[in-house]
C-alpha cells in the first residue's frame, strides 16, 4: 500500500497477522464483533514525529490519515474478507502515554471525524464510530462538542468509555444521556490494577462489583476487559490469565467474568431487580424464555436469597459458581419449579442463576 510517501503492508506485520488468526479461530465459535481502535497515526505527520508519548496529528496531515485508515479497512475487506463493525479513532485520546499515544482535543477529534467519515464514504465503506474512549469523567467533555455539530453527531453510533475501580455519579449520567440521545454506550476497556487485592478471589470479587455496577447504573449494553494477557513489558495491570512461570492459567478474575459472558446472550434485556444490600443484575434473554440473574457476594459469611418471579415460574433452573474454592463450578439446588427459588450464596463468592420462566395465573 503505497500512502503519500508511507509504504506499509499489514501483512508483514507479524502482530496484525497473530491478530488476525485469533479472530479467524473466534469466528469458527461465535459472531465476532471487531471493533478497530488506532492507538497513534503513524508519526511522521505527529507533532512530536514519534509514536509514543502523546503528540498531536498534525492539521495539514488530517487527510493522509483518513486516506490511510480508508487503506486499513480496504485492506481487511479485499485482502482478509472481512468488515471492520466499528471504528475508534484514538484510544485515550485525553492522555500522553510512555505507550504508542496520541491526543487530540475535543474540536480536532470531531473536524476529524467529519473529514474521515467523508473520505471513507468515498472508499464505499459506512463504519460505526465509537467515541471517545476516554474514562467517566472526561467523556462527557468530548460528547458535548460532538453533540452541539449537526454534521458530526449522526456519525457516532456508540459512545465508548473506559471504566475504573470505585464508584462514579458519571455513570448514572450516561444513562439518562444514552437514553435520550438513543445511542449505545460500551464500556471499552476496564483493567484490574496491579497489587489492589491481597488474595486471588479478591481481585475478582471487585472485577464483578465493577461489572455489576456498569450494568445497572449505566445501563451499558457492552461491558470488555482490557486485555486476556498482559503484553511484554506492561506493569500496573492484572490481565484475566495469569503466567506462572511462563504457563498460562485462568485467574479468578476470568471466572468471576465468566459468571456474566458465559450465561447472558448478545441482545439480552436487563430487567428491573432488587436484592437489597447484595450487587445483583438479571436478564431477560432475546427470546423471552428464560432469565439469568448474576448475584454477588463479597462478605465473609454465606447468605441466602430468594429469587422471586412474582406471575412467573422458574423451571429447568441451573446455578453456577465461583468462589475462593470453585471455579465456574455447578452448584445443586432443590428441583421444584415455582415462582421462588431460595439460593445459598457462599462467601465471598459470584453466583449465577439461569432458568427458563413461564407465566401463570
Known sequence: MYLNG???????????????ALIREAQKHSEVI????????PPQWKSNNSPFEGGELLAKHFENYADYLLGY?????????????????QNAPEQKLATPSCQWS?????????????????????????????GWDQAM??????????????????VSVHSQLGPSPARAAFRDFTRKQNVKLWVSEFAMPAGSSSAPIDSGLKLAEVVIQDLVESECTAWIYWTPVIPSGWTGRQGLIDRPGGSLTPSK?????????????????????????????????????????????????????????????????SVFRTSETEDG?????????????????????????????????
Open 329 to 361: 463450578a455447578q452448584v445443586g439446588i432443590p428441583g421444584e419449579s415455582g415462582s421462588r427459588q431460595s439460593i445459598l450464596l457462599a462467601p465471598r463468592s459470584v453466583t449465577t442463576l439461569s432458568a427458563q420462566i413461564r407465566r401463570v395465573k
Open 34 to 41: 471487531v471493533n478497530s481502535c488506532a492507538w497513534t497515526p
Open 6 to 20: 508511507l509504504t506499509f503492508n499489514f501483512s508483514d506485520e507479524e502482530n496484525e497477522t497473530s491478530q488476525y
Open 106 to 134: 475535543a474540536d480536532n477529534l470531531k473536524e476529524f471525524l467529519k473529514l474521515a467519515a467523508g473520505r471513507l464514504k468515498q472508499g464505499g465503506f459506512s463504519p460505526r464510530f465509537m467515541l471517545p474512549e476516554v
Open 253 to 317: 478474575r476470568f471466572f468471576c467474568l465468566s459468571q456474566f459472558s458465559r450465561f447472558i446472550p448478545r441482545d439480552a434485556v436487563r430487567v428491573a431487580a432488587s436484592s437489597g444490600d447484595l450487587p445483583m443484575v438479571v436478564f431477560r434473554t432475546p427470546e423471552y424464555k428464560s432469565i439469568v440473574a448474576v448475584l454477588l457476594n463479597s462478605s465473609s459469611e454465606a447468605v441466602t436469597q430468594d429469587v422471586e418471579m412474582r406471575g412467573w415460574t422458574l423451571e429447568r433452573i
Open 141 to 158: 467533555v468530548y460528547l458535548k462538542v460532538l453533540w452541539e455539530d449537526p454534521d458530526a453527531r449522526p456519525l457516532v453510533s456508540h
Open 73 to 89: 479497512l480496504l485492506y481487511y475487506k479485499k485482502m482478509r474478507n472481512f468488515d471492520v463493525h466499528l471504528l475508534a479513532l
